[in-house]
């Protein structure tokens, strides 16, 4: 690849070829046949030589170095593992030609496993590394049920993740056709104002006094429901009379 060998040699001996030429530091040819030509005829031949290129690969694992053959063709891994959470995913093509000496980073995305478990399920995969993940403000069970955030709606992949976000459980609480979300575990009072004469029992999910005090473990439905306060208005009614019979003995008397 380099010249030629040629003259006059003696009949019998032999000619030792050079098993690698260089030809600078990156491209080399390397001889493909037994290095020793005897010389028992006259010879015309062109030595079988396989040229080669220097290649350095940079990967996110390490590095392929080496001499490999012109025209051969490198296979890279499309996705490098580096344990069960962390993982390079090619950017480009995942095969390299050599046709001329290569020093070269190849492009990977890396990735990092994420499991977040939500009140209605789990969001799991491979995220790029820098990407957002938006949680759901709100999650709704039903229609009397949701889970509201207490924390950031927004995670920043930059490490694997595995995590269940802070959501508050809330009820809907119907009282008197007005409905209104609370947290679980909360107190709420069951109050309206009415005449002396009407007595007032809340009903629906449970039945309670006017003024009663209820600790939210699920949804409520309360209605007020008023009645004749009859000890109020019988004491009153037995006053009147006792007041009227007071007057007639008193008139009489007269």
């Known amino acids: 690849p380099n010249g030629t060998l040629s003259g006059w040699y003696s009949a019998g001996s032999t000619i030792t070829l050079p098993t690698t030429i260089y030809n600078g530091s990156l491209e080399r040819y390397v001889l493909n046949q037994s290095g020793e030509v005897v010389v028992d005829r006259p010879i015309n031949v062109t030595a079988p030589y396989v040229r ?21 063709a490198i296979k890279l891994p499309r996705v490098i593992y580096n344990g069960t959470a962390e993982r390079y ?5 995942d095969e390299i030609s050599v046709d001329e000496p290569i020093n070269t980073a190849v492009v990977y995305v890396r990735q990092f496993y994420v ?20 949680l759901p403000r709100v999650i709704y069970v039903g229609n009397a049920t949701r889970y509201v955030i207490n924390q950031s ?23 008197n056709g007005a409905s209104s979300w609370y947290d679980a575990g909360s107190t709420i009072r069951l109050y309206e104002p009415v005449p002396w004469y009407e007595t ?43 007041a009227a019979a007071v007057g007639v003995v008193a008139i009489r008397r007269r």
């Open 115 to 134: 499991d977040v478990a939500l009140p209605n399920g789990t969001i799991s995969g491979w995220y790029n590394e820098g990407s957002v993940i938006t």
């Open 89 to 93: 995913v090619i950017n480009q093509s």
């Open 52 to 72: 080669q290129f220097y290649v350095l690969i940079e990967m996110p694992n390490g590095t392929i170095e080496g001499w490999y053959d012109a025209g051969s």
């Open 200 to 242: 007032l029992t809340w009903v629906g999910s449970y039945t309670l006094p006017n003024g009663a005090n209820v600790t939210v473990y699920g949804p409520i439905v309360e209605s007020a429901r008023t009645s004749i306060n009859v000890e109020a208005v019988g004491g009153i009614a037995g006053v009147i009379v006792v």
């Open 153 to 175: 709606d927004t995670l920043t992949v930059s490490s694997p993740i595995s995590e269940a976000p802070s959501y508050v459980k809330q009820f809907l609480v119907t009282v």
